[in-house]
């Protein structure tokens, strides 16, 4: 199979092989991240939340524990859905990377990575609902993973218009 996935001249070789690493790379942070007990999650979406704090609010290292906690706590919603689209627009680029093919419509250039993005949204959302331990299944992060997704897509296929574009004269 790995011989069907990369049968193409070296130069476009090398570039799927960089990008398929690139791809299995991204589905295995999401994966992590989605292993997490929510307990755990919580911490590390508050641990963000104290960072902005510290950098966005004057004097926060005097706050109280209290107070550093009710605003990392009203940040933790936010924080995860800026991460989900995030980790989802990182699998955008490397599925495109991976996934382009010079020959295929501008249609199936964004659809087929896009698809392949989509199920994996699916499947993580079902996964966390698997892990349990107060995770959720959500249809709003696998819309926002789509979302990140597509955009990551779109950059993509910008740059490698932009490039082709500018090695063309």
Known sequence: MIDFLFKTDSKLNKRKIVFF???LFCMGVIFY???KSANVSTEESHRVGKFVGY???YDFQNWTEDAQEIYAARLDEPIRKVA???EFFLLGIALTGF???AKRSKKQKVLIPL?????????DELHQLIVGAGRACQVTDVLIDSGGVFMGIMLACL???????????
Do not use: W
């Open 21 to 23: 690493i690139l791809t």
């Open 99 to 101: 996934l382009y093919d």
């Open 115 to 123: 698809i392949v993005g989509v199920l994996y949204a699916v499947s």
């Open 159 to 169: 740059n490698i218009y932009i490039v082709r574009k500018a090695f063309a004269n």
């Open 33 to 35: 991240f989605s292993s």
């Open 55 to 57: 950098v966005l609010e």
């Open 84 to 86: 989900h689209f995030t």
